[in-house]
């Protein structure tokens, strides 16, 4: 069986990443594996109807009309909004980066992040995705998830970013059961050397995790201890907007 037109426009849009967010033709009909004739068509009906948009060096990038229609994920949607007064109090409080986090498969996708001049550089940003091992709200999301999909993260390979990343099965095991056990997770170092995540979970209507929120400070001048109340609070709020017992 052939390939369908779905796949192949979604092979268009995937050609698109965070390191390259536009594109020639050419480069598109390459990376989405199409032939030039096809991509040329496929890019033609995207951009008029709004998925892509024609930059002035001639290229091709992402259009307003995807992102509107991506806005709508309920998942991002009306928790972005419940969250927001919460990320900003926080936000205020510490002057750092603080992000909201949710699962996807076995990534992180943040949908939430503020940040300000003076905050310790990271690497996340809306829209991005990192894995769950590395990562502050990670840890927390795999700490809460199914113990299928924890045995399917720890079986596969856990990338490493810096000398602090844990990429063993049995570090990641205790650190998940720390998780559980302080309601809290704190990633040290582990996708930036220079960054020290503290997250906790956001609850929904039934108790279950649906988020996690953290805070990005500076690992070399800031303890961990001194964030864990503020965001515990932060995600507590959250928690009680979205209507958790």
């Known amino acids: 069986m052939g390939v369908s037109v779905t796949a192949r426009v979604l092979a268009v849009l995937e050609a698109f990443t965070a390191d390259r967010p536009e594109l020639t033709l050419t480069e598109i009909s390459r990376r989405a594996g199409l032939p030039l004739t096809t991509a040329h068509r496929i890019v033609g009906e995207l951009t008029g109807w709004g998925a892509l948009e024609r930059a002035d060096t001639g290229g091709y990038r992402i259009g307003l009309r995807l992102w509107e229609v991506g806005a709508l994920a309920p998942r991002g949607l009306g928790l972005r909004e419940s969250a927001m007064p919460f990320l900003e109090d926080l936000y205020e409080v510490t002057k750092q980066n603080v992000q909201l986090a949710v699962l996807d498969g076995t990534e992180v996708v943040y949908v939430e992040r503020i940040s300000g001049r003076g905050a310790v550089n990271v690497i996340t940003r809306v829209g991005g995705r990192l894995p769950l091992h590395a990562t502050g709200v990670g840890l927390v999301l795999l700490a809460h ?12 390979p856990l990338r490493r970013y810096t000398s602090k990343t844990m990429c063993r099965p049995d570090e990641v095991r205790w650190a998940l059961a720390e998780v559980r056990r302080t309601g809290v997770a704190v990633s040290d170092g582990q996708i930036e050397l220079i960054a020290l995540s503290i997250a906790a979970p956001v609850r929904g209507s039934r108790g279950e995790v649906v988020a996690a929120l953290s805070v990005v400070v500076p690992a070399e001048t800031s303890d961990a201890r001194a964030y864990v109340p503020v965001v515990r609070a932060a995600a507590r709020g959250i928690s009680r907007v979205l209507g958790a017992p």
């Open 145 to 156: 998830a199914d113990p299928e999909l924890q045995e399917r993260v720890l079986s596969g």
